[in-house]
């Protein structure tokens, strides 16, 4: 990889991280994540737990076919070489080796996959595989760990955050007694997803899904080039006014890509400026 190239893949690793930092619910770091794995491989999928078994999710760079087939797979963790990923405790890549087998879902046969974690809390949340051919760019595995990273920081925090608006549990009442022949039920499994209901949720209208991703870079473009302005504005109460201009550019090249969305794709936008710009306070951009 020549010098330019490799700074290159490296700016795109950096503003792809800087995304995911930037965003709020779990769907959204999910999302951020898969599209942020263009910066290190040519094609990604993503497997999410849920309720105890990791399913298809979403991914990028494979064929219709392929993208419809992987979100109806699902495996247990410790099935195959992929499930096996999620019983590691310091494993952050696995390559496939050529006497494994990694999930099949209608995608073909690559040179060069590679299997990565994303952990909450120490248990594995999802799962990545990432595909190329020979010779095909980009390609950086330590690049793919880095994000997940990133997103496990990111969604460790947002779990924090919900554990600690949570309403405090009611004093528990002393149990009854059980008479010894009653039988014992068993315990439900537990997830690390199970906050995150919304997250499992496969996105169905593309046209919204794209603009939802295009409203998040363009705030996203916004405050990397302005970083100081955002800082300032939210401590000062007036990052509407110090990022007027911005904002009016982020809209005009908004409306020109998706005119077709009307109010519900300027919504979309909104919802990105108060997240990425205004870290959730609406009312700093009134």
């Avoid at 503003?15 to 930037?22: Q, V, Y």
């Avoid at 809390?121 to 760019?137: C, F, P, Q, T």
Wanted: glycine share 8%.
């Amino acid at each position: 990889m020549s010098i330019t190239r490799e700074k290159a893949s490296l700016e795109t690793l950096d503003r792809r991280i800087a995304e995911l930092a930037s965003f709020v619910s779990p769907s959204e770091i999910f999302r951020a994540l898969l599209e942020g794995t263009a910066a290190g491989s040519p094609r990604a999928a993503i497997y999410l737990l849920r309720e105890g078994r990791f399913k298809g999710w979403n991914s990028v760079g494979y064929p219709p076919d392929a993208v419809s087939t992987h979100r109806a797979v699902t495996l247990g963790p410790g099935d195959g070489w992929l499930g096996s990923l999620a019983l590691e405790t310091d494993m952050r890549w696995r390559t496939l080796s050529l006497e494994e087998e990694g999930p099949d879902f209608g995608q073909g046969s690559y040179a060069e996959v590679v299997g990565l974690p994303v952990r909450v809390g120490g248990k594995a949340v999802a799962l990545i595989v990432a595909e190329r051919n020979a010779g095909e760019e980009p390609w950086s595995p330590a690049g793919l760990s880095l994000l997940c990273q990133a997103a496990r920081l990111r969604l460790e925090l947002d779990l924090a955050w919900r554990r600690l608006k949570a309403p405090a549990p009611a004093p528990a009442l002393p149990p009854a007694p059980v008479p010894e022949s009653a039988p014992v039920a068993a315990a439900e499994p537990s997830t690390e997803l199970a906050p995150w209901k919304e997250a499992t949720e496969t996105p169905t209208d593309p046209r919204r899904e794209e603009a939802r991703r295009f409203a998040r870079l363009v705030a996203t473009d916004i405050r990397l080039y302005n970083e100081e302005a955002v800082v300032v504005g939210r401590r000062e109460g007036d990052l509407s006014s110090r990022l007027r201009e911005q904002i009016a550019r982020g809209r005009e090249a908004f409306a020109r890509r998706f005119p077709d969305l009307g109010d519900s794709g300027a919504t979309l936008l909104e919802e990105a400026f108060v997240q990425v710009l205004a870290g959730g306070d609406a009312s700093l951009l009134r």
